[in-house]
Every structure is written in structure tokens, then in C-alpha cells.
């Protein structure tokens, strides 16, 4: 059964830092390309970035209100992906989640699936 | 950055109903468009992908079309287990942007 858990959301004080894990399973983690979307409290889904499979150039996309704070990153010798959250704001509270990225083919339509059960982080003084 | 526009952004019906949801994105995607079904306190379920494509053991009440700008989710005869929030996603260019969501609630 494929599975994504999600760890390592917390409390922290505005500016501070917080790593988050996304174990994986049941599926070739070295060759997936990864996703971090993320929902604030009562708010719709948007979507955090992004990393290639090292095969794939390993490289990271973000989105625009993260980029220069958050690095994603990944061990496929531990089937993990990370998302370290530095210079965090009030308005990165949010439950984050880690989702695959699927693709049939090179150049055709990607998707989500599946998706972690979430971390909550909360950015308060 | 392609913005995506749902609507209606909230919709209520009753069992047995024939649901449409519209996405419409700011420039063409071609078929570069996915739809997702969430649960309060879930995370998001995969439902349909590139515009039209049932995922597996999706039922087959749910279906998408469109193409370019336009597309749509309907549902041909709501259940009760279909009450939640359905998202749409474009893939076709970086960022990956969703719709703000439409939550279908029951009559």
C-alpha cells in the first residue's frame, strides 16, 4: 500500500525555523517527484513546491510567498522527503501536506496522488 | 501565474441530485486539469485527472470534460458520502495553482 506520513509540525514563534518529514512507502521513493501543498485553517489548498527525482536532475521549484525561506529536500536512502521552514510568518499557519507528483508519461498531464494525512503548524507568539 | 476560478463556491442539493461544478482558468491548460475531493479534516482524494480520466475506483458517478479554459465536474446522482469540498488544479505550468473550492452541502 503506498503511504506518505507526515511529521514534525509544531508551535513555533514567528522567525523561527521548523523541519517537517514525509516518510513514504510502498512505492519507489528514489523515482517519485514530490510535492508540499499546504491549507491555512478554514482556506483552500496551495501549493508550496516542488522536487524532482535525482534521476530527473533532483532540482526545486517554489511558490512565490516561500521562496528564499523554505528548502525542500529529500534522502531516498531513508525514503524521506523534507521541508524546512525558515524566517516563518504568522501566515505560513497551516496544515501541511506531502503528495506525490504522478505522471504517465514525460510531457503529459501531472497529478497528486496520493496525498499524507497533514501536520499542523502553528506560527504564534 | 494561471488563476483558477471556481463556481459556485458553495452549492447545496439533495440525494439523488445531478451536480455541476465549473472551473475556468485565466488562459488555455489544454487538458492539464485535475479535480480533487476533500473531507473536513482529510486530506485531499484524487477524482478525476487531465480533464476527464476517472481514477481508479473512483465511482462512476463522477465524471469531468472540457478543454482550453473550461471545465467541469458533474455528478450524475448524489450520494450522501459526496457532501465535502471539491478543489480544481491546473498542472500545465509552474506554479501548480487550485481553485478556491466549492463545498457542496446538503438541502
Known amino acids: 500500500e503506498v503511504q506518505l506520513v ?5 508551535l513555533v514563534k514567528p522567525g523561527g525555523s521548523l523541519r517537517l518529514s514525509c516518510a ?3 512505492f519507489t521513493f528514489s523515482n517519485a517527484w514530490m510535492s508540499w501543498v499546504r491549507q491555512a485553517p478554514g482556506k483552500g489548498l496551495e501549493w508550496v513546491g516542488r522536487i524532482k527525482s535525482k534521476t530527473d536532475g533532483g532540482t526545486t521549484d517554489y511558490a512565490a510567498p516561500v521562496k528564499g525561506r523554505f528548502t525542500i529536500s529529500r534522502d531516498d536512502s531513508k525514503n524521506t522527503l523534507y521541508l524546512q521552514m525558515n524566517s516563518l510568518k504568522t501566515e ?3 496544515v501541511y501536506y506531502c503528495t506525490t507528483i504522478v505522471r504517465a508519461a514525460a510531457g503529459t498531464n501531472p497529478w497528486f496522488d496520493p496525498w499524507g494525512q497533514g501536520t499542523l503548524v502553528t506560527v504564534s507568539s | 501565474d494561471i488563476q483558477m476560478t471556481q463556481s459556485p463556491s458553495s452549492l447545496s442539493a439533495s440525494v439523488g441530485d445531478r451536480v ?7 488562459q488555455s491548460i489544454s487538458s492539464y486539469l485535475n479535480w480533487y475531493q476533500q473531507k473536513p479534516g482529510k486530506a485531499p482524494k484524487l477524482l478525476i485527472y487531465a480533464a476527464s480520466s476517472l481514477q481508479s475506483g473512483v465511482p462512476s458517478r463522477f465524471s469531468g470534460s472540457g478543454s482550453g479554459t473550461d471545465f467541469t465536474l458533474t455528478i450524475s446522482s448524489l450520494q450522501p458520502e459526496d457532501f465535502a469540498t471539491y478543489y480544481c488544479q491546473q498542472s500545465y505550468s509552474t506554479p501548480v495553482t487550485f481553485g478556491q473550492g466549492t463545498r457542496l452541502e446538503i438541502k
Open chain 2, 20 to 26: 455541476t461544478i465549473t472551473c475556468r482558468a485565466s
Open chain 1, 92 to 94: 505560513d499557519t497551516a
Open chain 1, 6 to 10: 507526515e511529521s514534525g509540525g509544531g
Open chain 1, 24 to 26: 513514504a512507502s510502498g
